[in-house]
């Protein structure tokens, strides 16, 4: 019982500032959506005595005050006096006696509170309702084929219809409808609050309307200009997810909303409770705090700082359009031939929406007696108030979605060991098929690239302890495993055109497949050119290395013909007639070292992501032209045929085409690439191009440069 006694004693109610005509109920937009009893007024401010006013039907008499001499000022003094009493808006200049200074504070800071209520819905929430309910059903049931709007959406495929629908869509999910449920409540909230504000219903409908319009267009102009533009240009300023990320249904809107909401920031939520005792408890409440803390539900289910950010953007900037295109309410009928007005029309005052200083002054005329009219704020002082408010909320909305999106974009990098065991039908995981071939000046870019590789994996990875072999069982085979030979003993043999530095035999060690990822790498330096300095200098240096040793093999071809196209050809066929099959074989250039250690657990990370999430997939791209990408043997098989039938295309863009479906024999690899958010290879050739017909700039593709197929909605970035 006393749990029911309190909740029956729970009023939420608003608190609005009367001092403006947006929340009196003479006006039009309040006059039908306010209730008598809903309604809690503070006392009318009151008014000066009319036997203090001067009578229309006389002539103006020169104004006086009982202390000070009656005798008439001129020049510069007489204008400069009547200039501050009309600035200061000083009551004695009209009424002869001046009101109590109380009139103004309390003319400030009046007060209106009314009994909140969403019953029956305000009129745009209910048809939103409706149209998201609809629009979801169709969608259930395929009649429509729609989704969450990105811009790579709108730019690539231009899915105009796609972005102007997906707001109102839902899926049928208990989470899903909840999340709907509660934005339509915020959205119930600001109509109830801002309808007022505004002017009324429709102007607050054709405010909204504008702001779904806006809010869709800039967002596709930031996600063009932070994603394909400063991809190349400035890269600092590149963002992948301006371009991917999903709408989150209404929230995008709101939260221009939100910004609105400044207009009368100050309005209040009280909750009064226990009203039957003789303390009235209160909760009070900042609307524009509370509906922000409700908007920052939408991050619990993903991250929408582009949307968010739009939003707000749009928001500020359609505040100070509304604050500068606000009529002003009043009557112009009251001003001219003013002779028959009673006292009563003196006190008509027309002010500019939350101008809450604005006083009604009345200047004599030279010809007929002194009139009242209302004294407009400049433009200026409105809009200047207007970007204030607005910043206010800005301030401290942004850090809070900066917040959320630091939480987001925390990198989580995917254990090797995990790694290891996702890919377990082949012996190798990668087999990396570096191709070289002579250059200009004879530079040592094969040197730089595959030291950047082994600078990344260990000479010795070290084992789980509970995959180690007893104590026994390893002094047995140490005897007889080529591990127990000393790296700088180890020959480097030649055999059919192909030098190599032979690897160790894990299986001897093991009979399971090996258990460190780092043992299923190799590399494969792969050559037509017998005078080739650059590759003679690399071998020499890596066969004495222990690293190289391990990781590295060599063959050199020596037909010594410039033939690109058969160059890659040769190498693919060489990396899949290998006795141990490879999961990948990936396509390097001589001149494409890696962009360090992180670049490296990134493709760690695409290649199990890609397994995990798209299995079916025919490769990945981490770099650029012929350069960092990871098949599929199948398509690499296929890619090798391909560039014989395909002549008139750049070998690069054959195996390029293939991989995004494009050529009529891979159709099955459509929408089945992974490709990295930025370059994870750098070029370091630019000016020693194989290609007479390529010419590179010193500052181009570089690491976190932006992927040439980012933003591509046929590719897929995990």
Known sequence: MPLLKLFSSVRLVEEISRTDHSNDRSHPSRRDSMDDDNEMTLPSIPRPSRHAMPTLNKP????????????????????????????????????????????????????????????????????????????????????????????????????????????????????????????????????????????????????????VLAVCTIRQGLGYVFSKSTGYAIPALFFSDSIHECSQGLAPFLFSLLVIQSVSIDDKYVLIYDLHDDETNRMTIRKVTLQL?????????????????????????????????????????????????????????????????????????????????????????????????????????????????????????????????????????????????????????????????????PLLPQLPLSTLPSA????????????????????????????????????????????????????????????????????????????????IRWVQHGDNEWNHRRHIASALQHALQQEKSSAYVAMLEDDFPICGRRAWREIENIIYLANTHMPHHCGVFVGTGGSGLFLKPHVAKLASQLLFKYVDMPPDIVIQQCLLGKLPECVTCSQQLVISKTLLMHHIGYNTSTSSERSYNKNEFQCNWRHPFNGDPDVAIL
């Not at 939103?128 to 309910?133: E, F, H, K, V």
């Not at 999340?179 to 600001?190: D, E, K, R, S, T």
């Not at 792969?526 to 066969?543: C, G, I, L, M, W």
């Open 293 to 457: 803390f409700m908007l920052l539900v939408n991050y619990t289910v993903k991250n929408i700082l582009w949307w968010s950010m739009t939003g707000l953007l749009t928001g500020y900037m359609a505040v100070i359009v509304i604050q500068a295109t606000m009529p002003l309410k009043s009557d112009t009928s009251l001003l001219p031939d003013a002779d028959n007005r009673s006292h009563d029309d003196l006190y008509a005052i027309s002010l500019p929406l939350n101008h809450q200083d604005e006083k009604c002054l009345a200047l004599p005329s030279p010809k007929r007696t002194p009139l009242w009219y209302p004294r407009r704020v400049p433009l200026w002082r409105i809009l200047w108030s207007a970007v204030q408010r607005g910043s206010l909320v800005l301030f401290f909305t942004l850090p809070l979605l900066l917040l959320f999106n630091i939480y987001y974009q925390q990198e989580h990098f995917i254990d090797e060991l995990t790694l290891n065991s996702t890919i377990t039908d082949h012996h190798y995981l990668f087999t990396m098929m570096v191709m070289t071939a002579p250059r200009r000046g004879d530079p040592t870019y094969l040197t730089t690239t595959l030291q950047s590789y082994l600078d990344q994996w």
């Open 60 to 211: 103006a008499t020169p104004l006086s005050h009982p202390n000070r001499s009656t005798k008439p000022r001129s020049g510069r003094r007489h204008s400069r006096a009547r200039s501050l009493l009309t600035r200061k808006g000083l009551f004695p200049f009209f009424f002869g006696s001046r009101p109590s200074s109380k009139y103004y504070s309390y003319a400030k800071k009046a007060k209106s509170q009314r009994l909140l209520s969403l019953w029956p819905l305000p009129v745009i929430t209910r048809y939103t309702i409706l149209l998201s309910c609809l629009i979801s059903t169709l969608n259930a049931l395929q009649w429509i084929q729609l989704s969450c709007s990105a811009p790579k959406y709108v730019l690539f495929r231009h899915e105009i219809l796609n972005l102007l629908l997906s707001p109102f869509l839902f899926n049928f999910t208990l989470h899903d409808v909840m999340l709907f449920a509660w934005n339509v409540l915020i959205l119930g909230l600001f109509e109830e609050s801002l309808t007022s504000v505004v002017g009324g219903t429709r102007r607050f409908l054709r405010i909204v309307l504008t702001l």
């Open 472 to 551: 026994s069982a390893s002094s047995a085979v140490a005897s007889s495993s080529p591990m127990a030979t000393s790296w700088d003993q180890m020959p480097v043999q030649e055999e059919d055109n192909a030098w190599y530095a032979p690897l160790p035999d894990t299986n001897t060690v093991h009979t399971t497949p090996p258990l460190s990822l780092h043992d299923r790498l190799q590399i494969i330096v792969y050559t037509h050119f017998t005078n080739h300095p650059e590759y003679d200098r690399a071998r020499a240096k890596f066969t004495q290395d222990p690293k190289g040793q391990r990781y």
